[in-house]
């Protein structure tokens, strides 16, 4: 696990570099990113912005915007090609989070933790799997999600206290809690991550249960101060069996998919998400500045020099950070073996970055702008969960840190 951890590489587990290919302008890949982002932008402009203040203040599920973007196509949009996918990667997961994050955050982040479910069971998929989820994500028949979370490890999320065990008929026991699996009841299944014994060894794995499974019960809707549309529950795993082909890898394979797909995946669909809801609140602001009028003299927000100063000065810091969100994707794309440090480190500039603007903003554009139920009042409840969603901003720059100065990244 050092040796991997340590070296930070786009890995498979023999030790190879994944083959993955990054699309820029003038590549045939780049005129069908456009496409799919012209989808999700249709999406976006439509059921995300029509619904979004509906799953806001009623805290529910994003249905029409998840169906609108299954029914799109874009539902296999990690989904590798040869099973119907579209194959993208890091960089396109970015930015199709940040486009519906403009609208409605809920929606991203639901479609983001479907996003790394998919890259999760694709990453080392055998042909059963593959006909069982992979295909019907692509068709958009399917929606999945992660299940990793749990109440007694907190944002070390990669220590979980589920227990997979062997038993008799080929089959695995799992048993365990798992804490914010976001797309609830909703979900069509679940990569859950576990620990096996072996040998009187703990051995890390993951491995997918379906919904509806004897065993499986849900707690209480988790009720946040924003993203309240995510649909988190509790999910109790009560000595649930599953066939032995729903292991994802060999056991004790859950380090590999942590750092080499979990990670890269779940913090860039959160960084592209924070993005579009501090990109939305910049809008806000600069549409505010343009049009507010002073009666005594006719004259604009927009005509202030401090103002002008004040909104130039956000401008740059937040494209600055989408610019390094955008790299870090590029650069796990096509298989730079410092990638996973430039990703730990966006997701921790976004949240840090994401709520200056969107505070920032906030006070540009005044009292009205601290009414109840304005619309930035609502990108700055969602912006503030980018610094508490696991893993934290501490410990991603902590871990950044580490890995940069030849130390361990679970040092003390």
Request: aromatic residues 6%; contains cysteine.
């Amino acid at each position: 696990m050092v040796g991997l951890v340590s070296s930070i590489g786009v890995v498979d587990p023999a030790g190879d570099r994944t083959d993955r290919t990054a699309a820029g302008v003038g590549d045939p890949g780049y005129a069908c990113l456009s496409a799919i982002l012209a989808k999700v932008q249709d999406v976006a402009d439509g059921p995300a912005r029509e619904n979004a203040v509906a799953v806001d203040r009623d805290a529910t599920w994003p249905e029409q915007s998840l169906r609108a973007l299954q029914a799109a196509g874009i539902g296999g949009l990690v989904v590798p090609r040869e099973y119907g996918g579209h194959g993208q990667g890091l960089n396109a997961l970015a930015r199709a989070c940040e486009i519906l994050g403009r609208e409605c955050a809920s929606s991203a982040i639901c479609f983001g933790m479907h996003s790394v479910g998919a890259a999760v069971i694709a990453a080392q998929v055998t042909e059963v799997q593959a006909a069982e989820y992979l295909r019907p994500i692509a068709q958009g028949r399917h929606l999945t999600t992660l299940a990793l979370s749990e109440a007694g490890t907190g944002a070390h999320f990669y220590y979980p206290q589920t227990r997979l065990a062997r038993i008799a008929g080929g089959k695995l026991k799992v048993h365990g809690t798992k804490h914010f699996v976001t797309n609830g009841d909703r979900a069509d299944s679940y990569v859950v991550s576990g620990v096996h014994d072996d040998n009187g060894l703990s051995r890390f794995s993951c491995a997918v249960l379906d919904a509806g499974l004897d065993g499986m019960s849900w707690g209480d809707k988790w009720h946040g101060f924003g993203m309240r549309g995510n649909e988190s529950r509790t999910l109790d795993i009560d000595q649930v069996q599953i066939p032995a082909d729903k292991l994802l890898g060999a056991i004790g394979n859950q380090i590999w998919y942590v750092f080499n797909v979990v990670a890269p995946y779940f913090l860039i669909s959160m960084s592209g998400t924070y993005l579009g809801v501090a990109a939305a609140a910049l809008d806000m602001a600069r549409r505010h500045l343009m049009e507010r009028e002073y009666q005594h003299d006719g004259r604009v927000l927009a005509e202030s020099t401090v103002l002008q100063h004040r909104f130039g000065e956000l401008w740059g810091k937040l494209e600055a950070v989408r610019r390094m969100v955008y790299s870090a994707g590029t650069r796990f794309d096509e298989g730079d073996e410092e990638a996973v440090v430039a990703v730990l480190t966006s997701k921790a500039e976004v949240a840090e970055v994401g709520t200056q603007v969107v505070g920032e903003c906030m006070s540009l554009m005044g009292g009205i702008a601290y009414r109840e139920g304005s619309e930035i009042q609502r990108r700055l409840r969602d912006i503030r969960a980018a610094h508490v969603m696991a893993p934290t901003t501490d410990l991603l720059r902590t871990w950044a840190g580490r890995t940069l100065l030849g130390q361990p990244m679970f040092g003390e």
